[in-house]
Every structure is written in C-alpha cells, then in structure tokens.
C-alpha cells in the first residue's frame, strides 16, 4: 500500500514499538503526528523523523487525559487537514496479586491502557468518518487480552477490554470504510518492562529484583519492537481484525479457545511457578 502523503497520528511514539511504528509508516512516505507523555525521549523520535524528511508533528500528551486528547486531536487536523491511520500505541505495564493492587494503581493502568484507546477513539473516529476516503484504526493490546496471564489480573483486564471494544467497533466502523486492527504482541522487548509497576514480590525475589529478571528474560529473548511495527503495516495493508504478534500469543490464544478447562488449569499451575521459580 502507497501511504506517500497519508498521515498517521500514533500515540506512545517516544519509544519501544510506538516509535517503531511511526518509523516504518515513515520509510513508506506517510506524514507523521506523534504523541507521548515522555516530552525528552519523543523529541528524538521527532529528530529522527525529520532526519528522514519526512513531515511530522510532535506533541506531549497523556492519553488518560480526555482534554488534551481533544486538543491533540484538534491540533493534527488543523495542521495536518485529516488523519488516515490512527495507531492508539500508549500503554503501561502492572503485575502483581490483586490483593497488592491499590485503587490508585488501578485508575492508573485503566487510564492509560483503555482509556487512551477510548479518548483516541472518541475524539479522531468522528473526524475520519466525516472526512471521507476511508481510513484505518490500529488499537494495540497484548497476548495478555487473548489469554490470561499469572498475576497480571489489572493488565489483563485492559487488554481484554481493547480487544472487545475493537472488534465491535471494527463491525461498525466497515460501514464508512474504516477498517479496525487489534495487535496482540507477546513477548517484545521494549521499555515497558522497565517502566512497569510490580507490587508483589515472589518467594526468591523483591519486586525491584524480580523486575531485574523478567528485564534480562524480554533481553535475550530478542523479539523487537520493529516487528511488530511490521505486523501493524500488513494489518492495514490486508485490513486485519485480531492480529496475534509472537508464536506464544498464538499459543496462548489457541489454548485458551481450544479448552477453557485445560487453560485454567495450566494458568492456576503457572501461576505457583511464577511465585515459586522467580
């Protein structure tokens, strides 16, 4: 697919598979309109972007916050006229057992995880409808919205979330030529690993030791970020609806849709595993 003059707005683009994302739509000529929390980290990714030629606009802006979605929002389609891919990418990580999982810790992840994929949503969907020609929605969730993960209950419950709403609004969104992709990245070694909140330690580890760890496994097992920007332009290309990224997503997605019984089982069997073994 030619993307030479389209733009795309992609959120969570100062690094890890947002930034990547922006890069690889880039190298096909689109116009960029990039947004993070993280004002440092996306002004290199900005830098880049120009390094490269192409056209693009930077913006701090959290996702969790229904105002400045707005005013992002208002701002690419007075600078940029219309928006053909949106790539809702901003997303923290949070592991821990329920019991050690504050409210606070709550509004924290369902801000940024669901909440940034609604306000996205919300505020860019009407636009592209009325502007015409079609477009494309790009909502990332993980494996862990296709099957349960150990102690990841709060993260889980995100992602399960973004997967639903995606694929309904995938059905309502054909009737303008929108098309909406859900990717479901497994293990990726990106920055969130480092950035995420633990609040349960294990039997052989503190919660700062345990993140060391779980930092060194995502290292060596070299999935990077670039490939699952790939899987995000072939989900627009071919207009693909769940998209697993990772054999173990598919794995897990197929286990979990083969025997709920049997999943349960190995979840509750991982879950001692992960108490026990780390």
């Not at 996306?42 to 390094?51: K, M, W, Y």
């Not at 993980?142 to 995100?158: D, H, I």
């Not at 909406?180 to 330690?201: E, F, M, N, W, Y």
Request: glycine content about 12%; overall charge neutral; charged content about 20%.
């Amino acid at each position: 697919m030619d993307f030479s003059g389209k733009t795309v707005a992609v959120t969570g683009a100062a690094s890890g598979i947002g930034r990547e994302i922006a890069l690889a739509f880039a190298r096909r000529g689109a116009r960029l309109a990039v947004a993070d929390i993280d004002g440092q980290r996306l002004r290199d990714t900005h830098l880049e972007l120009d390094g490269m030629g192409t056209e693009n606009m930077g913006r701090v802006v959290d996702v969790s916050q229904a105002n400045q979605v707005e005013a992002w929002c208002v701002e690419v389609y007075g600078e940029m006229g219309r928006v053909d891919v949106l790539c809702n990418n901003a997303g923290i990580g949070l592991a821990g057992r329920l019991e050690d999982v504050s409210l606070y810790d709550w509004e924290w992840i369902v801000g940024v995880n669901l909440w940034g994929v609604i306000h996205g949503c919300h505020f860019f969907y009407p636009r592209m409808i009325a502007q015409g020609g079609g477009g494309h929605i790009v909502n990332t969730a993980s494996g862990a919205g296709l099957a349960p993960l150990p102690q990841m209950t709060a993260y889980c419950c995100t992602k399960y979330a973004v997967v639903g709403f995606s694929e309904t609004l995938r059905a309502e969104a054909a009737q303008h030529g929108i098309g909406v992709s859900v990717i479901c990245p497994g293990i990726v070694d990106t920055p969130i690993t480092r950035s995420a909140k633990l609040c349960s330690p294990t039997e052989g580890s503190t919660t700062q030791e345990l993140q060391e760890r779980l930092v060194r496994i995502y290292g060596r097992r070299g999935y990077t970020p670039d490939r699952v920007a790939a899987a995000v332009l072939k989900a627009v290309e071919r207009n693909r609806g769940v998209v697993p990224v990772c054999p173990e997503t598919y794995a897990g997605d197929w286990m979990h849709r083969l025997s709920r019984k049997l999943n349960d089982a190995g979840l509750k069997r991982s879950v001692e595993l992960f108490q026990k073994r780390l």
